[in-house]
């Protein structure tokens, strides 16, 4: 890991003259290890720290000591309601009361609903026409209000950004959010404080927040361990974005939700630029294979982007033989025909 860190800490206590209330400070900058821990201090009390296991099956299957962080248990299936819960966690009452919007087709909008619902915030998410019934319904469920708009995610973009302008309310962008990436981190201070001695952490990227925490959290606590982002190949934004150091637009066809994405996030690029010690590609058809492993050897089930750290565990195998790596199962949110896909080995 480089010792160099280009963005700027910004511990401060929010106030309420900070920024537009509409959307976080322009060119917001990264949280540092202090927002990590006010993020953790904040989250005492509303989330129970997610077990880390090992399984002899998946030790012998990748020639390493392995260890699954399971954030698939995490209340609504993903790691993503840590960072929920801490953006609606800081924002002033007065601002709660406005209400926050964001636009999303997986879990960050269940994250959203989540944590508005815990803080009493109304909470309205924008989803692209004709989404997956079985996510629509979970946000429903968890008491927002749904809003079909757009025939991609850049058209549910548009619309949120009117609403949230309209009513004056909270828009929450998926990727460019300190207080999602400092909430995220808090993963990986659990991670670290169980297993202190890892020579590798693998972690699914999208957006790429999750990875950004993981990376701020190991600079501080477990600089020896090396953070590697796995992303598939149908939809190699955030890898792209890294490998040529600017924000650049890929195709983005990847069947793994939580890993897909057109275009890299400024926020998390520029702690990954510093920090990301590697970056790999997998297919598809591995992450589909690595989910059949979390089902049959670890007795897990995982949506896409939940196994794809396996799947990339398996892509840098040979580097980490004998040693101990972490791989972290982000997501269970599966949807019917997913399951039915994966639960065969072939
Ligand atoms: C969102 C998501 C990811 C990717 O996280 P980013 O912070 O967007 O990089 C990985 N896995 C799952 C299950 C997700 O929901």
């Not at 077990?51 to 962080?69: E, I, N």
């Not at 207080?179 to 297993?195: C, H, M």
């Amino acid at each position: 890991m480089t010792s160099a860190h280009a963005a700027t800490e910004s511990d401060a206590p929010r106030t309420a003259a900070e920024g537009p209330a509409t959307g976080p400070a322009a060119g917001a900058s990264a949280p540092g290890i202090t927002g990590v821990l006010r993020a953790r201090r904040l989250l005492r009390g509303l989330l129970d720290p997610t077990p880390l296991r090992s399984y002899p099956a998946l030790d012998r299957r990748l020639g390493a000591r392995v260890l699954v962080k399971h954030e698939n248990l995490q209340p609504t299936g993903a790691f993503k309601v840590r960072g929920g819960l801490v953006l609606l966690s800081r924002m002033t009452p007065g601002e709660r009361s406005r209400g926050v919007v964001t636009y999303s087709t997986g879990n960050h909008a269940q994250s959203i609903a989540y944590a508005a619902r815990a803080t009493g915030a109304p909470c309205t998410i924008v989803v692209p026409e004709d989404p997956n019934p079985v996510k629509a319904e979970a946000v429903r469920a968890l008491g927002a209000e749904l809003v079909e708009a757009g025939s991609d995610l850049d058209g549910a973009r548009v619309r949120a950004e009117a609403l949230a302008a309209d009513r004056g309310a909270r828009l929450v962008s998926p990727g460019d959010e300190p207080d999602l990436v400092a909430g995220v981190a808090t993963a990986y201070l659990e991670l670290f404080e169980e297993a202190p001695d890892l020579d590798a952490v693998l972690v699914p990227v999208g957006g790429g927040s999750g990875a950004a925490g993981a990376c701020i959290a190991a600079r501080a606590v477990a600089p020896g361990c090396r953070i590697i982002g796995v992303q598939s190949d149908a939809s190699p934004a955030a890898h792209d974005s890294w490998r040529a150091g600017a924000c650049t637009s890929r195709p983005n066809r990847t069947r793994a939700e939580g890993l897909a994405t057109g275009r890299g996030f400024a926020l998390p690029q520029s702690v990954l630029r510093d920090l990301l010690d590697d970056f790999v590609l997998v297919g598809d058809e591995d992450i589909r294979r690595a989910q059949w492993w979390a089902m049959s050897e670890a007795r897990t089930v995982a949506e896409g982007a939940g196994a794809a750290a396996l799947a990339g565990a398996r892509a840098v195998g040979d580097r980490f033989r004998g040693g101990r790596i972490a791989v972290v199962c982000t997501g269970g949110n599966a949807s019917p025909e997913e399951l039915r896909r994966c639960t065969a080995p072939g």
